[in-house]
Each structure stands twice: as C-alpha cells, then as structure tokens.
C-alpha cells in the first residue's frame, strides 16, 4: 500500500474535526440534562487509558496500521478475521454520519428536498476527499480547524447577551444516575470513536510521539464540546434542551443583536459541513483501507468509490425517520459502539503485550545461552 506521511499536528487538527464531527450539531451526554458537561468532562478523563491503549498498540509497530498488526501478531487469516468487526464499524459509523448530516439538512434548511438528494452531494465529496488522500485531508484540516474555532469563539461571544447562567443551576441536579448514562453516551459519542485512527495512523511521521497526538486532541476538543454543552444549556435552558434535535443551531438562531446580526445558525451549518466532511472521508479511507487489506489489494484508493457508494445507500436506508435516528444515537448506539471502542483494542493490546513479553524472554534466553556457550 502507498504510505502517505502527515505530521504530528496535522494528525491533531484532524483528529479533532473528526471529533467534533456531528457532535457540535446533535450534542452529546443529553441524558444527563442541565449537567450535560459534567458527564463530558468525566467521558474525557475515562477515555484517557483507552486513547493509551490505542497509542501503545501503534507505537510497538512504526508505520503499521490495525489491520497489519493484526497480521502480524494473529497471523493472516485470524488476523483478516478480527479486521472484519473494525471494517464494519468503520463504514456504518460513516453511514451515521452521512445520514445525521442529511437529517440535518431537511430538517432545518430544505424540508421539501428528498433526504438523499444531500447524503448522495454530500457522499460523492467525500468520497472525493477520501480519493485525495490522507495527507490531503490533513492539509484541509489545518484551514478548517481555523475556520471552525474562529466561529466557535465569535458566536459563543455573540450569544453572551442571552445567557441565563440560573438553567446550569442546581449542579448535579439530574440525578447520578442520568450523569452515569451521560458519560457512557458522551465516551461512546464522539470519544470512543477514535478507535477509527488506529486504522490510518500508519501515516504519522513521528513515531515516538502517538500517545502526545491522541490526548492532546482529546483534551483539545472535550474541553471545547464541555464548554459548548453549557453554553446551548445556559441558553436554551434544560427543558428546551431535551426538546430539539439540534441544540446548537437553536442556540445560535436566538442571536438578535439589534435587529442586524441575526439569522446566524448559518455558522453551524459551516461548522457541521466542514468537520463532517473529514470524519465522513476518514471512516471511507479507514473502511477501504481495510477492504483492501483482507482482499490482498496493494492500493486501497481504488476501493473507495464502489465503498462510498454502498455507504451512501446504507445511510439512505439506516433509519425511516429522524425520531429514530436520536433513539438509535441515544439508547443503542453506546451499547453497540463500546465493544467496538474499548472490549476489542484492550483485548488485542493484552495479547500484544503477553507476546511481546514472551518473545523478549525469548531472546534473553538466547543471547544468555549464547554469552555461556561463547565462554
């Protein structure tokens, strides 16, 4: 396969918008109502060790990905069947995406449109981001990062004005309960996601830094989602909060700053467009990565279209409407992702690091038998 090299901060800035994804247009932790943020901050500092976990599976094998690993530590045909489960994951979690952003786009701009004529638009661009490649993507992240917090700050500035700092009010007011199912939801969506880079990050030029690139974009972004969940709050209140599918673009759309600066839910759009449109390409490039992997194909590049295309039709046909769409991200998804993100890495990395540990024993073994017979 083609090796394509990206650098440290690249491979933040992307990891990142990857986060961000649709979190910023849905929310996370939303179970736990007015202490939203507090299960995000707490799904932060629970995906620490996970995101070590996946750093240390890369970092035992320079310029491999999972799926190589795989192969090499499983052998290749039980290594191409673990892959398969990480394949799947990629793709529908692409397909959820596409199907948010379509969602999205009939719900709040163009409710006449038919919901796929957007998932195919949106589809075939990222399709042909995932073609460009990933060092492609990674330059267009380093302009769509600056773009996206540019807007983050000035329309958290702007909505200012219209906070009521009593809706975060009384703290932990939800019950333990509601905050325990907010952090399983808030680690799951968007956190545990980035099990998909451990498919890519065979890219990164620096070897020795992986764990600094995975918690830095952690920290980066769960800080910033936290802070945005208590804006949306302090705005909308907790009652409104658990009534829009969107609360971010509802909190925006209330900006009516002497009749001048209004309608400025635009921005979310912008935000939704930008940082879905990476994390759609990257799921693709994880999932035809794969593919081509299991196939024995050298150039996985040539998998992407027909692959982007099955996504476009699953996304097409994952849901009938958009009620079922948040009872899926809510209710089931973080049951259906946490084997996916956590049970499957930690029980590669145990096995890992027991052969790792058998084989410098071996050679220990060796070079002592060696020394005694040399003398």
């Known amino acids: ?24 247009v849905i929310g996370t932790g939303g179970e736990a109502g007015r202490d939203a943020w507090i299960s995000i901050f707490i799904a932060v500092i629970l995906a620490i060790p996970i995101y070590l976990v996946y750093s240390r599976i890369l970092s035992l094998f320079p310029g491999k990905d999972l799926f190589e690993i795989l192969e090499l530590n499983f052998g290749k045909f039980f290594g191409r069947i673990i892959s398969l489960p990480f394949i799947w994951f990629a793709f529908h979690l692409g397909a959820l995406v596409l199907r948010n952003f379509g969602e ?66 009384p703290v932990l007011g939800s019950g333990y309960k509601e905050i325990m199912s907010g952090i399983l939801s808030a680690f799951t969506f968007p956190f545990g996601e980035v099990v998909i880079f451990m498919m890519i990050f065979s890219s990164l030029r620096s070897k020795s830094s992986t764990s600094k690139v995975f918690i830095s974009a952690l920290l980066l972004s769960g800080v910033t989602i936290a802070l945005l969940s208590v804006r949306n709050i302090m705005i909308l209140g907790p009652d409104t909060i658990e009534a829009v599918y969107f609360p971010s673009y509802f909190a925006i759309g209330r900006v009516n700053i002497g009749n001048f600066l209004q309608r400025m839910e635009i921005a979310v759009t912008v935000v939704f467009i930008l940082s879905g449109f990476i994390k759609i390409a990257l799921c693709l ?91």
């Open 1 to 24: 396969m083609n090796k394509e090299k990206i650098s440290d901060i690249q491979s933040v800035k992307l990891m990142i918008l990857f986060i961000f994804g649709s979190t910023l």
């Open 104 to 169: 999205f786009i009939s719900t709040v701009g163009l409710p006449e449109t038919p919901k796929i004529v957007p998932i195919i638009i949106f589809g075939l661009l990222c399709i042909w981001g995932a073609k460009a490649g990933i060092e492609t993507l990674a330059k267009c992240s380093e302009y769509f990062i600056i773009f996206v917090v540019f807007l983050l700050i000035v329309f958290s500035f702007l909505t200012i004005p219209i906070i009521d700092t009593d809706n975060i009010f």
């Open 285 to 375: 490039t994880a999932t035809a990565r794969g593919v081509a992997r299991v196939i024995g194909f050298d150039d996985y590049k040539i998998l992407i279209t027909p692959t982007g295309l099955l996504m476009v039709n699953l996304a097409r046909n994952i849901y009938e409407d958009i009620v079922e769409m948040f009872d899926w991200a809510f209710k089931v998804w973080p049951y259906y992702a946490f084997p996916f993100q956590v049970i499957l890495p930690v029980l590669i990395w145990i096995f890992i690091e027991l052969k790792q540990r058998a084989k410098n024993k071996a050679n220990t073994t060796e070079v002592t038998i060696d020394d005694g017979s040399s003398g």
